[in-house]
């Protein structure tokens, strides 16, 4: 699976983003997509993800409330929708996509075989 995010930029604390993931090469059923995010220093960190098939979602607490993860199975591609942000959102955010993974492990970065490039997203105060 290639994984191909977008999306990020700068913006001030209280506003907006969309990021978007684009999947392409193979069929994505059995897959699971989410996002993780890297801040400087820190170690990577999940944010949330979904299941392609059916849609269930699961929201770290740091974005839970925050944020809205969907997927457009027409375009294989699942979008990131943040809200309220601050400057501890700031992070490089990653698109990645496990292989029938169990619920229990999909907050777990190993998990996850497959990553994109990473989107910058910076906060400002």
């Known amino acids: 699976v290639q994984l191909q995010a977008c999306g990020g930029g700068l913006v001030q604390t209280g506003g907006s983003l969309r990021l978007s993931c684009v999947a392409s090469g193979r069929t994505l059923g059995g897959y699971a997509l989410g996002w993780f995010r890297q801040a400087p220093g820190k170690e990577r960190e999940f944010v949330t993800t979904i299941r392609w098939n059916g849609g269930t979602t699961v929201y770290a607490d740091s974005l839970k409330g925050r944020s809205t993860i969907s997927r457009d199975i027409t375009k294989n591609t699942i979008y990131l929708q943040m809200n309220s942000l601050k400057p501890e959102d700031t992070a490089v955010y990653y698109c990645?996509?496990?292989?029938?993974?169990?619920?229990?492990?999909?907050?777990?970065?190993?998990?996850?075989?497959?990553w994109g490039q990473g989107t910058q997203v910076t906060v400002s105060s």
């Open positions: 990645a996509a496990a292989a029938r993974a169990i619920y229990s492990t999909l907050g777990v970065s190993s998990s996850y075989g497959y």
